[in-house]
């Protein structure tokens, strides 16, 4: 499975962006996906995830309510829609293919996109 993100951008505090990830090369259709995010010198941070069918969706506590994560099966792509962004989601956001167990931690993905930058300023 080939992974695409793309979306990213530079954005001020309070405007909204929506993050597309395309998978090529096999259906993603029976896959939780997720999204995780990475910024200058951190940890690889877990964001959101969401079950094969859309029913289950999980957030890390910092952008609950703020960011929605979606999908379209027929379309092989994920979403991730961001809203009312602060300067502390600036990172580069990466989608992956869970293949593993637990959803919030990177081991548990396989197949990782390439990344699209956000950064957001205040």
């Known amino acids: 499975v080939q992974l695409q993100a793309s979306g990213g951008g530079l954005a001020q505090a309070g405007a909204s962006l929506r993050l597309s990830c395309v998978a090529s090369?096999?259906?993603?259709?029976?896959?939780?996906m997720g999204w995780f995010r990475q910024a200058p010198g951190k940890e690889r941070e877990f964001v959101a995830f969401?079950?094969?069918?859309?029913?289950?969706?999980y957030y890390v506590s910092s952008v609950k309510g703020r960011f929605t994560i979606s999908r379209d099966n027929a379309k092989n792509t994920v979403y991730l829609q961001m809203n009312s962004l602060k300067p502390e989601d600036t990172a580069v956001y990466s989608c992956?293919?869970?293949?593993?167990?637990?959803?919030?931690?990177?081991?548990?993905?396989?197949?990782w996109g390439q990344g699209t930058q956000v950064t957001v300023s205040s």
């Open positions: 992956a293919v869970k293949t593993n167990n637990r959803y919030d931690v990177a081991g548990s993905y396989n197949y």
């Open positions: 969401i079950s094969w069918s859309g029913l289950g969706e």
């Open positions: 090369g096999r259906s993603i259709s029976t896959y939780g």
